[in-house]
């Protein structure tokens, strides 16, 4: 089945720049790769997604970007603000395993004010 | 999107009892995931409720732990049998309207406590 890797497990960054989440996953056929936000006491909350037949979206401060070819995906959150901490999970999914939505392991934000 | 209510919001139970989840949907979607959050972890996929049949169980989750019910497109309920505090964690309900629209939304979440 599908494995979704993320890296940094923590990350901490100065309010006002950018921080970046790598993800990758093993199976081939995943199709949709979405992006969860989860604040503490609260259900994951989709952010943004991107589907294999695009390279990059973007959404006003985030952006994602999928190299399918080597099963990489990415966040990019610019202009970083206090409000953007919170645990960022990385997932895929594939219309062959009916939707099921795979999660990453999570990484822990912080924005420094 | 998909406004999901789930009940009860938090329970603190007792080792040996059940605990029954419900979770409902303001609109008929395709699909419906139960997922569980051990404290500080990503979520598990426990199982996808299966409207009509039985559900379809991940590894290491069987049905007689966790069964699952799922009466109609709106509605379904994972109940956690014969708890102990190992099943301490946040349980979440997913839905999908599938039909390759496979944005999945989640409910608050299940915060369950065994003692």
């Known amino acids: 089945g599908e494995n979704v890797e993320q890296h940094p497990s923590t990350l901490s960054v100065q309010e006002g720049d950018s921080a970046v989440i790598k993800c990758t996953y093993s199976?081939?056929?995943?199709?949709?790769f979405p992006w969860y936000k989860q604040e503490l006491g609260k259900g994951p909350q989709l952010i943004i997604d991107?589907?294999?037949?695009?390279g990059e979206k973007k959404d006003q401060r985030i952006a994602v970007t999928l190299n399918k070819t080597a099963k990489h995906f990415s966040l990019h959150i610019t202009e970083t603000q206090p409000e953007d901490s919170a645990v960022y999970f990385c997932?895929?999914?594939?219309?062959?395993?009916?939707?099921?939505?795979?999660f990453g392991p999570g990484t822990s934000l912080s924005v420094i004010p | 999107s998909a406004v999901i209510s789930q009940k009860p919001s938090r329970d603190i139970c007792q080792r040996g009892t059940s605990l029954t989840i419900q979770c409902q949907v303001d609109?008929?979607?395709?699909?419906m995931f139960w997922y569980r959050q051990q404290p500080g972890q990503s979520l598990t996929l426990i199982a996808t409720?299966?409207?009509?049949?039985?559900?379809?169980?991940e590894s290491g989750f069987v049905i007689d732990k966790f069964p699952i019910s799922r009466p109609n497109l709106t509605f379904s309920t994972l109940t956690v049998s014969n708890m102990s505090p190992e099943d301490s964690s946040i349980y979440l309900c997913?839905?999908?309207?599938?039909?390759?629209?496979?944005?999945?939304?989640f409910g608050q979440g299940t915060r369950l406590t065994v003692v």
């Open positions: 997913s839905v999908s309207r599938g039909n390759r629209n496979t944005e999945a939304f």
């Open positions: 199976d081939s056929a995943s199709n949709y």
């Open positions: 991107i589907r294999s037949n695009v």
């Open positions: 997932a895929a999914s594939s219309i062959t395993s009916y939707d099921k939505v795979i």
């Open positions: 609109s008929q979607v395709t699909m």
């Open positions: 409720a299966n409207q009509g049949s039985e559900a379809t169980y």
